[in-house]
């Protein structure tokens, strides 16, 4: 079954610079996408990138800020986040989308603070 490691999150000032990477277990080639869960929040859909690479969607308070990548040969998908401010605390997770998601991860928890 496939199985979702979510790795490079931290601490970072506000304006500061973090690189998230998602290790898929398995060789697929769906649509990826990045979610988050703020303290007190749902789970939300903030960033997508289709089977060729192409990211499809990023959120409004993402947009300009967030890159997403992938690497098919490495079963990675990276989540380039500059001038971050804090209300981009949260922790982030991989999955597919559209769909039935997989098992989620642990996420990868982000702070931004001063």
């Known amino acids: 079954q496939m199985q979702l490691v979510e790795s490079g999150g931290g601490s970072a000032q506000p304006g500061g610079s973090l690189r998230l990477s998602c290790l898929m277990t398995?060789?697929?080639?769906?649509?990826m996408a990045w979610y988050r869960q703020a303290p007190g929040k749902e789970r939300e859909l903030v960033a997508s990138?289709?089977?060729?690479?192409?990211?499809?969607f990023y959120a409004a308070s993402v947009k300009g800020r967030f890159t997403l990548t992938r690497d098919d040969a490495k079963n990675l998908v990276y989540r380039q986040m500059n001038n971050l401010k804090p209300e981009h605390t949260a922790v982030y997770y991989c999955n597919k989308t559209p769909g039935n998601m997989w098992p989620w991860g642990q996420g990868a928890q982000v702070t931004v603070s001063s």
């Open positions: 398995e060789t697929v080639f769906v649509f």
């Open positions: 990138i289709s089977r060729g690479g192409t990211p499809t």
